[in-house]
């Protein structure tokens, strides 16, 4: 086996091993649009123009995944969204 196939492979399980989860962020009919950008950047550093096309697809689509990454990193986020009253689970 060469070096650049076995490092390829040690990226591979490292990959597989790094499990990465979602924030989702579910329409609701009480926050308005300039309340939820305003959480999204506040709490997950979206710019204002991605916050803002997160609130879009969840409007029209119902749901939106807004912030990737590590549980731990996603759990006190999620928390945060839920306690500004949004919908929101970590998948």
């Known amino acids: 086996m060469s070096t650049i196939e076995k490092i390829q492979e040690e990226l591979d399980v490292l990959t597989a091993s790094t499990r990465k989860h979602e924030i989702i962020l579910y329409n609701d009919d009480v926050n308005t649009f300039d309340f939820v950008i305003d959480s999204l950047i506040s709490v997950c550093e979206h710019t204002p123009?991605?916050?803002?096309?997160?609130?879009?697809?969840v409007h029209y689509k119902g749901k939106c995944a807004v912030?990737?990454?590590?549980?731990?990193?996603l759990e006190p986020r999620c928390t945060k969204l839920l306690d500004l009253?949004?919908?929101?689970?970590?998948v």
């Open 49 to 57: 123009e991605q916050a803002e096309q997160c609130t879009v697809l």
């Open 67 to 73: 912030k990737t990454g590590e549980y731990k990193d």
């Open 85 to 90: 009253g949004l919908s929101a689970e970590i």
